[in-house]
């Protein structure tokens, strides 16, 4: 039996992804020129949302959304501990401070019952939050409409971190138009559902936060003249109005990114057909399976069960360590944020989100890609229900 190690997540890449990056070299431009356009439009137009914003990562989308947002100094963010660092680190880049809402234990997404509680007491407080980054874990849109609702009660602003969940859906239509949201973000690491090697972008149906999105990721320079201020004579004049950064995306991963968005459809297929055999193959066994609400269509980037600790001995250190030791490279998705050390020194502590932490305690994700052989998930599943029928 093959006995090579099987990551939970990674990229497929095919020959026409290879020549695309290939015909790039080749051509005039290496970094941000036409392909990164075409990039952008492949976005915009799957996602049916008008603007697009190609940067160099998700966590530089992040930044340039809060900024665009107006998100400063003074200023509140709020986000779910059950996530990546980057969704709460992009408010203190902006000199704002993070607090977090917990989750639902049923999606293990922010619980839109815990927002609105929240919300309550904020406003008593003058605490409201400026912006509001829901993220739509393992691929499964959060409550977007209820979200929404909220957002204009409280006024905050709502950037989607949709880093897990591009080629998912919302009520039928597709994660990324922004219908409930001000702004969207998305990944494209090598583990998540299409990528770029390194990439980001953000999505907008706002001309005006489009404008600002583009001259935040090339250093707050632009070249309109109807922006600049007193002499703008000559073709080579452009103006530095704010500061920016240098977040932008290459033509290489851009033309990595288009091509790949040829595949997504199939790509998102091929994870639900992997999620069905897990569905089939591992119930009846003490784990929780992952739920779906009715109104998601997941994008599957992450594949979680949590081990049943009422109805096995086997705890979920034992579980991780057994199937790392078979070459089976599970992981666990997330360390809640407030309780990183950098976060603790900020006044979290254990106890404050405890849907989260429970969570936490028994989550594992399961190897998870579209790339992944029948064979390889046949040696997940047998792996589990051996460790876990003893
Ligand atoms: C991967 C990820 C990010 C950061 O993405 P990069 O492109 O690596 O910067 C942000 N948020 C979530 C939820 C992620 O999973």
Not at 147 to 164: K, N, P, W
Not at 183 to 194: R, W
Not at 205 to 220: I, P, Q, T, W
Not at 270 to 288: F, K, M, T, W
Request: with cysteine.
């Amino acid at each position: 039996m093959d006995d090579t190690f099987i990551p939970y997540g990674r990229q497929s890449i095919s020959e026409a992804d290879i020549q695309a990056v290939v015909d790039i070299l080749r051509s005039d431009f290496l970094t941000q020129g036409p392909a990164v356009e075409h990039f952008e439009r492949s976005i915009s137009d799957y996602c049916g949302v008008t603007y697009a914003v190609a940067v160099n990562s998700a966590t530089s989308a992040l930044h340039i959304a809060c900024l665009a947002a107006g998100l400063g100094s003074g200023d509140i963010l709020w986000t779910s501990p059950n996530t990546f660092v980057a969704s709460a680190n992009c408010g203190l880049y902006c000199g704002a401070s993070v607090d977090f809402v917990d989750i639902d234990p049923n999606t293990y997404n922010m619980s839109t019952t815990a927002l609105e509680t929240k919300l309550i007491k904020a406003r008593l407080a003058g605490k409201l939050p400026k912006v509001l980054i829901p993220v739509h874990f393992a691929g499964q849109s959060c409550d977007m409409a209820r979200i929404a609702e909220l957002g204009r009660e409280y006024g905050f602003t709502v950037i989607e971190d949709a880093s897990h969940s591009i080629g998912g859906k919302y009520l039928v239509e597709p994660i990324g138009n922004c219908r409930y949201s001000d702004m969207t973000v998305f990944s494209f690491h090598p583990v998540k559902i299409v990528t770029t090697g390194e990439g980001g972008m953000v999505v907008t149906n706002s001309k005006d936060l489009h404008e600002e999105l583009v001259r935040l990721r090339s250093h707050g320079i632009t070249r309109d003249p109807a922006l600049m201020e007193g002499d703008n004579n000559g073709a080579w004049v452009y103006q530095q109005v704010e500061l920016g950064f240098n977040y932008r995306m290459t033509d290489l991963q851009a033309a990595l990114g288009t091509s790949q968005m040829n595949r997504l459809d199939d790509f998102v297929a091929r994870r639900h057909d992997v999620a069905e055999s897990y569905n089939q193959q591992l119930s009846g066994l003490p784990l929780i399976l992952p739920r779906q609400n009715t109104y998601a269509y997941s994008a599957f980037h992450l594949y979680v069960v949590r081990i049943d600790t009422a109805k096995t001995g086997i705890t979920r250190r034992q579980f991780f360590d057994a199937m790392r030791n078979a070459k089976i490279g599970v992981n666990v998705h997330y360390i809640p944020v407030h309780t990183q050390p950098f976060y603790r020194k900020m006044g979290f502590s254990e106890g404050m989100f405890p849907e989260a932490e429970s969570y936490y305690e028994d989550a594992i994700s399961l190897p998870m890609f579209a790339s992944m052989t029948e064979q390889q998930q046949e040696r997940v599943i047998k792996t589990v229900r051996s460790l876990l029928t003893k």
